[in-house]
């Protein structure tokens, strides 16, 4: 896990909005147990939500690990085990946003 969110922050993608997303992909929040909105406030007090450190991160996982009854381990494990998929659409969807707005300015 530590792996991909390294990878997220080196590219500048370790915001909120990314992270619930990889946890959402992830069966984390799953909607029903665990909603957007309740992982959104172990985010309330987060300085830059733009730019979460992992500390900030694995506090979020480990009170969602705890709420559920569920070890911090099974939650990173499949965090890891989703982290290349997710990190390769996010990158996918960024260099797609990159061509489109590179089209838009050249035609310009």
């Known amino acids: 896990m530590e792996e991909a969110f390294n990878k997220l922050k080196n590219n500048r993608r ?59 381990e099974e939650f990173t494990n499949t965090l890891a085990k989703e982290g290349p998929k997710f990190l390769n659409a996010a990158f996918e969807a960024a260099s797609a946003a990159a061509s489109t707005l590179k089209d838009t300015l050249m035609t310009k």
């Open 14 to 72: 370790n915001s909120v909005d990314n992270l619930i997303k990889w946890m959402k992909d992830s069966k984390i929040v799953d909607g029903v147990n665990v909603t957007e909105e309740k992982a959104r406030k172990l985010f309330e007090n987060i300085a830059d939500s733009k730019n979460v450190e992992i500390e900030k991160f694995q506090e979020a996982i480990s009170k969602l690990a705890t709420e559920q009854k569920k070890t911090v």
